[in-house]
């Protein structure tokens, strides 16, 4: 390990927190926030944003708050609040009593909005959405005043306090901060504080019917929960002139914000409002569909929340946008299931095989190894006899060169079991094989060879009479291109038709039976399963979380990669 290793370098944002500390800044303090809005479940990018807000808390024995920035009651949704709070506690991180909502500070937006109005830089405005729209300008021209710029302030107030009481129209007004239409930063245009809108609030319900606008919401909001630290992604630096100035207007707690990039992964979207798409659209079957990049899909997926937080770590937080390669996530998932899986043999695509002179009836118990990376997790029995089920794809009746696997005349060796020599084998009318014979060896019980001979392959099975019936869901990527919309303009069309691959009538050994959902294995030889919530007692349903090749181990040895930044 190199000396950097051993210390790693603090990224760009730990640096600043530490540099806040060293100049007393905040009297020593630390404290963070992960504000989601609870428009959507949580994706793997909320991940980055949590393990970095709730990492820099916690390595400074401060707080981080959680909290709902809950504007917008027409997309929000109370069973988006519980999912979020149920991903984030799966994901390892407690916000103890620290959880919040901005619209339990409506009220104090409200007079913050009023004292804005006294001050002269707030006015109602009577254009419509479109008119504001029209007259916002652009990046290289100034936009327009409003025709009610100029307002007086008894006007203003009077007019916002009737935008309150309800003697408005939806959309017919609006409450605008009086900044510079002809700034350079559009955010600074003469922004929108309120808008009139009857819509019913996951919370407040039909309390209000006028809400803050996010820009009017998040810094105040901060203000309040005198957060040190705000941590947020590149899109908000523009705004972040627009925050000073309602802080500074207001004089009120300025917290620091800092911009870091926003996750990226090859082969995947996210962003909510596509996210939110693909559910209400249907081209998955919900939120947890195991092929989104939520983490409740993760979860039911087989995805620890280890392996997840290693991720996070390994991306680094960086200040320009960046595409993480999938193969990476993959990695890290792999590395954490290798670790911590039992092994079990499972036959995805089952083929008969039958040992015509081992005794009918006879059942042997086979010991297997639970997890060779792990000696504490024992060894397990697994029974054995006449009639086996083996993998089709280990059987080839004409093998090509390097097909070391079963071929009529051939030995193989079957874990932890036997050498078994193929004889015969039987076809259906359509000439498929469906059947094999087989003879074994007793001298190799356990699959040793006491004459020292050789055989090139070794497959796994599972025993007929005893192994149970199995549903399993193989997945590939939901997309089939690293940049999902790039080249075609619209990410939809770029969704992978061959993402879900349902195999019924699998066979697995017995003792996974009655495992719980949620449970995870290594099924030898095929990857990593999960047992997803729609098993039965009598029939499990598996879903692979990943298989077991590992593309990203090979780059990284072979470019001598440290494993620390994938930027
Ligand atoms: P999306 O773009 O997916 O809709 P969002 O920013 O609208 O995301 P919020 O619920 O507002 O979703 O996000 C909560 C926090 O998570 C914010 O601080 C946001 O910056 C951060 N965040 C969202 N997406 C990512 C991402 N891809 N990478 C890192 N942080 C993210
Ligand atoms: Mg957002």
Redesign the pocket.
């Known amino acids: 390990m190199s000396t950097a290793e051993a210390r790693p370098s603090l990224d760009f944002v730990r640096e600043a927190v530490a540099e806040d500390l060293r100049t007393g800044r905040f009297d020593g303090r630390v404290v963070t926030r ?4 609870p428009n ?1 479940f949580l ?1 793997i ?2 991940a ?2 949590i393990c970095l807000d709730f990492g820099i808390a916690a390595a400074h024995g401060g707080a981080c708050h959680l909290r709902f ?1 809950d504007t917008n009651p027409m997309k929000e949704e109370n069973r988006f609040v519980e999912a979020i709070k149920r991903d984030l506690r799966w994901l390892g991180f407690d916000w103890s009593e620290h959880e919040y909502f901005a619209s339990d500070y409506y009220e104090q937006f409200y007079e913050y909005a009023v004292s804005l109005v006294r001050k002269g830089r707030a006015y109602v405005c009577d254009l419509g959405p479109d008119e504001i729209r029209a007259h916002r300008g652009t990046l290289t021209t100034p936009g327009q005043e409003s025709p009610n710029r100029g307002r007086s302030i008894d006007e203003n107030l009077e007019l916002f306090e009737r935008m309150r009481a309800g003697e408005c129209a939806d959309g017919s007004r609006t409450l605008r901060a009086k900044i510079d239409m002809a700034s350079p930063n559009l955010n600074m245009r003469d922004p929108v504080m309120y808008r009139v809108l009857r819509a019913t609030h996951h919370r407040t319900a039909d309390a209000w019917c006028i809400y803050p606008m996010y820009d009017f919401a998040h810094g105040q909001s901060d203000s309040i929960e005198r957060i040190t630290h705000s941590l ?2 590149l899109e ?1 630096e523009d705004h972040r002139p627009l925050y000073d100035w309602f802080l500074d207007e207001l004089e009120i707690y300025h917290p620091r914000q800092i911009e870091f990039a ?3 992964i090859t082969y995947t979207v ?4 596509r ?1 939110v798409q693909l559910v209400d659209e249907g081209h998955v079957t919900g939120w947890d569909d195991p092929r989104m990049p939520t983490l409740a899909a993760m979860r039911r997926r087989g995805y620890t929340p280890e392996a997840i937080r290693a991720f996070c770590e390994k991306v680094g937080v960086t200040k320009t946008n960046s595409l993480s390669d999938v193969a990476l996530l993959e990695h890290c998932l792999r590395d954490d299931l290798n670790a911590r899986s039992p092994r079990v043999m499972g036959v995805l695509r089952p083929l008969k095989l039958v040992i015509d002179n081992y005794p009918a009836g006879q059942v042997e118990q086979m010991e297997a190894v639970n997890n060779p990376e792990d000696p504490g997790a024992g060894t397990r029995e697994v029974p054995f006899s006449r009639e086996l089920y083996i993998e089709q794809d280990d059987f080839r009746e004409d093998p090509p060169r390097k097909f070391f696997r079963l071929a009529p005349g051939r030995e193989v060796r079957l874990r932890y079991a036997y050498l078994v020599t193929c004889t015969d084998v039987v076809r259906n009318d359509a000439g498929e094989v469906v059947e094999l014979h087989c003879t074994y060896d007793p001298e190799t019980r356990g699959g040793t060879t006491p004459d020292g001979r050789k055989v090139k392959a070794t497959l796994h099975w599972v025993s007929a009479a005893h192994a149970i019936e199995a549903e399993v869901r193989l997945y590939d990527r939901l997309f089939r291109t690293p940049r999902p919309g790039k080249d075609t303009g619209n990410y939809v069309d770029d969704i992978n038709p061959h993402s879900l691959q349902v195999l019924t009538g699998c066979r697995v050994e017995p003792s996974v039976c009655g495992a719980e959902p949620g449970h995870r294995y290594q099924f030898e030889r095929q990857g990593y399963f999960c047992v997803d919530p729609d098993s039965s007692p009598t029939r499990p349903v598996f879903n692979r979380t990943v298989p077991l090749r590992d593309a990203w181990a090979k780059i990284d040895q072979a470019a001598g990669r440290k494993g620390s930044k994938a930027s």
């Open positions: 992960f504000p989601p809005e959507g994706h990018g909320h980055k944003a920035d947020c992604t908000f926003r996750l990226n996210l962003s909510k409002r996210l």
